[in-house]
């Protein structure tokens, strides 16, 4: 891996994945941008086409690390009378929308002639498959959508970008500000350790695994 492209760099998991690349052998360069350090709002089209049009490639790796829990100001639903218009359409966008567009932008910087990794932090929540417990609809729903943007996108790079693998990451439950409110009785594991398990994954990461959705251990996640 020569060069690495981190956004969100200044969350959690984000900051962590950013240090722990930064020193690893082989790794040229690591680039982390935020909205808090660089203006990069993955809301807003214009900005992250500005941002990262301002960059040069190639990255063999980019990873987006934003996203929000709660939408809108309002916490994770836990019955459907709490549903709201406003928090719905709040994760997706940040959520779903977010890293959709930051691929789009991204693309002209992935190579095409080695492999590279495009990966977004996603969630076990999202899974339709995995869903025992109900609850949380915002956030679920927008990270299903996320999952089906990567799937969908990953059968379009196959064709222009042959050794690329666009992936979908769970992280697991990460002691940060983001999950400080929710943990519960979840394990969580700190920042480092997160990050650590997730560039793991990565490097375990084939082509033959592209538009996958793969959890903090490798393991698949149903959709």
Same mark, same amino acid.
């Given at each position: 891996? $020569?060069?690495?492209?981190?956004?969100?760099?200044?969350?959690?998991?984000?900051?962590?994945?950013?240090?722990?690349?930064?020193?690893?052998?082989?790794?040229?360069?690591?680039?982390?941008?935020?909205?808090?350090? =660089?203006?990069?709002?993955?809301?807003?089209?214009?900005?992250? $086409?500005?941002?990262?049009?301002?960059?040069?490639?190639?990255?063999?790796?980019?990873?987006?690390?934003?996203?929000?829990?709660?939408?809108?100001g309002h916490? #994770?639903? +836990?019955?459907?009378? $709490?549903?709201?218009?406003?928090?719905?359409?709040?994760?997706?966008?940040?959520n779903a929308?977010?890293?959709?567009?930051?691929? +789009?932008?991204?693309?002209?910087?992935? #190579?095409? =002639?080695?492999?590279?990794?495009? @990966?977004?932090?996603?969630?076990?929540?999202?899974?339709?498959? =995995?869903?025992?417990?109900?609850?949380?609809?915002?956030?679920?729903?927008? +990270?299903? @959508?996320?999952?089906?943007?990567?799937?969908?996108?990953?059968?379009?790079?196959?064709?222009?970008?042959?050794?690329?693998?666009?992936?979908?990451?769970?992280?697991?439950?990460? $002691?940060? #500000?983001?999950?400080?409110?929710?943990?519960?009785?979840?394990?969580?594991?700190?920042?480092?350790?997160?990050?650590?398990?997730?560039?793991?994954?990565?490097?375990?990461?084939?082509?033959?695994?592209?538009?996958?959705?793969? =959890?903090?251990?490798?393991?698949?996640?149903?959709?």
């Amino acid at each position: 891996m $020569e060069r690495a492209l981190i956004i969100g760099a200044s969350g959690g998991i984000g900051a962590a994945m950013g240090a722990a690349l930064a020193e690893r052998p082989g790794v040229g360069a690591v680039v982390g941008l935020s909205r808090s350090g =660089d203006g990069l709002d993955v809301t807003d089209e214009a900005s992250v $086409e500005r941002v990262l049009g301002a960059l040069e490639g190639p990255f063999d790796l980019v990873v987006v690390a934003t996203g929000a829990l709660q939408g809108a100001g309002h916490p #994770p639903e +836990k019955a459907l009378r $709490e549903v709201s218009p406003a928090a719905l359409a709040d994760q997706v966008a940040v959520n779903a929308i977010g890293p959709m567009i930051v691929l +789009k932008h991204a693309v002209r910087l992935l #190579p095409r =002639d080695r492999r590279s990794v495009f @990966a977004a932090l996603s969630a076990r929540v999202g899974s339709i498959g =995995d869903n025992r417990l109900g609850g949380w609809y915002a956030y679920r729903m927008a +990270k299903a @959508a996320l999952n089906q943007g990567l799937h969908s996108a990953a059968i379009e790079l196959g064709r222009s970008h042959k050794h690329a693998i666009c992936v979908a990451l769970h992280p697991g439950t990460v $002691e940060t #500000p983001f999950t400080a409110a929710y943990a519960g009785r979840h394990k969580t594991v700190p920042p480092a350790e997160a990050a650590a398990n997730l560039i793991r994954v990565i490097d375990g990461l084939t082509p033959a695994d592209t538009g996958g959705f793969f =959890d903090w251990a490798g393991e698949r996640v149903p959709w």
